[in-house]
T-cell receptor, first 112, second 115 residues
């Protein structure tokens, strides 16, 4: 069974740029959720995708957007990067009918 | 909105001893799930244990067990026979039955295990 994978591992961007982060869900899972984790904090829910549509969103502005593909992999896009966007971005996959989510190793984004 | 509170920013335990991490939550819902996740310095979030709110029996996974008190909205994690590999940040998380993908996390507790 293949676990959740994310790419890239680390990324450095300049304020105002755009970034795309990628996630491959665990085999058998049809739902992907994205979280932002600031240093020393708990993860904050960004949004969730199911059947290629956004299906729930946290308190994040529209410049955070995403996609889910037919193979259940997903992308997180962030436009007009701000310094406060520097964080660990976590992707989690799950099966819609079960409770637990399984996380990938995360992408560390640094905005300078 | 649901909230999850972990009141212990840091805890420490001697190897082979037992430690309990606290978590309280606030919700008006009756159907939900609770989880404990472990995040070591490698930063991969690992599921430790889950509890369905409708189950009265406390969940157990090997050395890890929970004390789920639904009326008190309390969900503590007990780690028995602590090992050096248990050292990590531990997060308590809540998921509504209706909200398939949204986990609400607490602030975390850093657990240090002394040899």
């Amino acid at each position: 069974e293949t676990g959740v994978t994310q790419s890239p591992t680390h990324l450095i961007k300049t304020r105002g740029q755009q970034v795309t982060l990628r996630c491959s869900s665990q085999s058998g899972h049809n739902t992907v959720s994205w979280y932002q984790q600031a240093l020393g904090q708990g993860p904050q829910f960004i949004f969730q995708y199911y059947r290629e549509e956004e299906n729930g969103r946290g308190n994040f502005p529209p410049r955070f957007s995403g996609l889910q593909f037919p193979n259940y992999s997903s992308e997180l896009n962030v436009n007009a990067l701000e310094l406060d966007d520097s964080a660990l971005y976590l992707c989690a996959s799950s099966h819609r009918d079960r409770g637990e989510q399984y996380f990938g190793p995360g992408t560390r984004l640094t905005v300078t | 909105a649901q909230t999850v509170t972990q009141s212990q920013p840091e805890m420490s335990v001697q190897e082979a001893e037992t430690v309990t991490l606290s978590c309280t939550y606030d919700t008006s819902e009756s159907d939900y799930y609770l989880f404990w996740y472990k995040q070591p310095p490698s930063r991969q979030m690992i599921l430790v244990i889950r509890q369905e709110a409708y189950k009265q029996q406390n969940a157990t996974e090997n050395r890890f067990s929970v004390n789920f008190q639904k009326a008190a909205k309390s969900f503590s994690l007990k780690i028995s026979d602590s090992q050096l590999g248990d050292a990590a940040m531990y997060f308590c998380a809540y998921r509504s039955e209706a909200s398939y993908g949204k986990l609400t996390f607490g602030q975390g507790t850093i657990l240090t295990v002394h040899p």
